[in-house]
């Protein structure tokens, strides 16, 4: 096999490095391999010869503040940012080299097991399989109390790095291999405490959410791992949904499974999954020169970065995969019953049931002395999931009676699910004004419907930051209420083609018939509130039916929440009850998406998980 050595250009416009290892002729088959905290690519090297794949084309990436990427020895701004970075590595790979994610494989090790899990669960790429070594769900900090102590001194004193305590002795019991790792002067002992602390809470949501990943999955752990516990592999690998999962336990193994003495017995594992993954051919589907699938007929999502007659080494990568058209994510059930059994149900069924009396005093002290806070009085009046609510969230202006009311509004505007919501209408406008540029481009007029607007704060503030394109909206609420507070923005934003009225997102008749027909339409923080997938499938399906041929649908959802039972517990909704909602997974959502029409192109998330915007076609 041929080896290579290239960069791409990430999310940001950083170029990191990796190397291929491609066979004589081309392949239709990919291995991409992520290396572990401290390492670099180069130290696949033998792993890869091991293997003998010979008719398949292997990747490896160094990733940011690793190897030959650049940026500070194991730092990142956080790791949700090293998780993009895996994905337009990804990206770039199957577009510079025409391959389908259908027919790769992903094996990841320790931190980068996490990151790559992560990609996983939230963008639900239908990849052939997933193989994690020693994933790093729960690294063993031997100082009690590690973790609150780095929370700590991160607060008081800012960025900094703690020092890796792990010598070569406890990553492999075979002497020439940990006498290479000391003398190899790309790996370095330091780790930034923000992704120290970020590959914890990660590592929670992953833990509690193994559930929605049905990928194809290969557990392999080392009984005597200094590094991280078996306990957190073998509870993440019992809550996997996956058709095809197996783990293998190998007992006084250490970490640095794919260096140790026996490390053979892990590689001829390794490879024994990734034949299983790939009983017949390949499929040989032809990829156009844009990178995309010729059969598939999908067009690029916007914000796509530089045009096709640009895209070199070390360049932007498309938005599109080319991906198998019509091929969901590897499944032995279908998704579009969800709301019927599943994991997402009984956690719904245990919330909507009696219980959480330890939440009793939080309840009462929000009912009286939370009542100083504009944000809570304003919750308890119109239901914390309403439309009003949301707007003034996204107004974030703390307000109250006295300074202790404004006090308990700014850490009511502050917790973690209203800081998604507001980075959630960040990429709602971003990714709103990428499609309409597109549209515009392509010299279609612009008209937007937004079915569950509230005051329609986001599509206006984005009509207004493009004032050279033409363009109409046209936004419904079920609320009068909502529709007088859109009115009276668009109003004084000088939008005169701007209409608000009363409409129900679920009357799928009357979505239909919407005249003028719009070519994007948005559907944002609406389904999220439903547990039901009928109504929801129905709604979609008059959305499509609705836009013109080609129509762009931009959609959200909230496919997890670390507050969940507090707002069950606690908060009201718009009707006066209690706030209980059922998440939705991503390939959920997706599932029903595609079921009423639709392809999706693109999506972005926000960094603790919680919320995601995504961009689809008719």
Known sequence: ????????????????????????????????????????????????????????????????????????????????????????????????????????????????????????????????????????????????????????????????????????????????QASRYDADEFIF???????????????????????????????????????????????????????????????????????????????????DFILERFPEPSEDIAIDSAGQQTANGAVRSPGSGRPDDELTEGSAVPSVLP????????????????????????????????????????????????????????????????????????????QGITRLGGWIDRAYLNSIGWRGIRQRRIHLERLLGSVIETEHQEGERIHILDIAAGAGRYVIETMRSLPEIP???????YKQENVDAATRLAKDSGLSTVTAVRGDAFDRAALAAVKPRPNIAIVSGLYELFPANEPVLNSLCGLAEALQPGGWLIYTNQPWHPQLEFIARVLTNREGKPWIMRRRTQAEIDELVKAAGFVKLSMDIDQWGIFTVSVART
Not at 352 to 358: E, V, W
Not at 364 to 389: M, N, Y
């Open 189 to 271: 002992r330091q780790i930034a405490v923000n992704i120290l602390l970020d590959l914890d809470d990660t590592s929670t949501r992953l833990l509690a959410d193994a559930p929605a990943i049905r990928v194809p999955t290969l557990l392999l752990a080392a009984g005597s791992d200094w590094v991280v516990k078996l306990s957190a592999q073998q509870q993440f690998f019992r809550g996997l949904s996956s058709p095809v999962k197996q783990m293998q336990v190998y007992p006084g193994l250490f970490h640095a499974l794919f260096h140790e003495k026996d490390r053979q017995l892990v590689i001829n594992r390794v490879r």
């Open 471 to 477: 363009a109409s909206a046209l936004l419904w609420d």
């Open 1 to 176: 096999m041929k080896e290579i050595e290239e960069t791409f250009r990430t999310w940001d416009g950083v170029k990191l490095f990796y190397r291929a290892w491609l066979p004589s002729k081309p392949a239709r088959k990919a291995l991409l391999l992520f290396h572990r905290g401290h390492e670099h690519s180069a130290r696949w090297r033998e792993t890869i010869e091991a293997l003998d794949l010979e008719d398949f084309a292997v990747f490896a990436w160094d990733a940011r503040g690793h190897g030959r990427s650049p940026g500070e020895r194991g730092s990142a701004e956080r790791l949700s940012a090293i998780v993009e970075d895996g994905q337009a590595f990804v990206w770039y790979v199957s577009w510079k080299h025409r391959l389908l994610l259908q027919n790769m494989i992903v094996l990841a090790h320790s931190v980068g097991a996490v990151s790559v899990t992560a990609w996983v669960l939230d963008q639900t790429p239908p990849i052939r399989g997933l193989i994690l070594a020693t994933p790093a769900f729960r690294v063993k900090l031997y100082v009690p109390f590690a973790v609150p102590l780095l929370r700590l001194k991160q607060k008081l004193f800012g960025p900094g790095y703690v020092k890796s305590y792990v010598k070569s002795k406890v990553l492999t019991h075979d002497d020439e």
């Open 323 to 398: 991906t198998e058209a019509g091929t969901p994510n590897r499944s032995e059930f279908s998704l579009l019953d969800a709301d019927k059994s599943g994991h997402t149900k009984d956690e719904y069924d245990r919330l909507s049931a009696p219980g959480g009396l330890r939440f009793a005093p939080v309840r009462l002290a929000l009912k009286t002395v939370g009542r100083l806070s504009k944000g809570i009085q304003l919750g308890w009046r119109t239901g914390f999931d309403s439309g009003t609510t949301l707007d003034y969230v996204y107004e974030n202006k703390a």
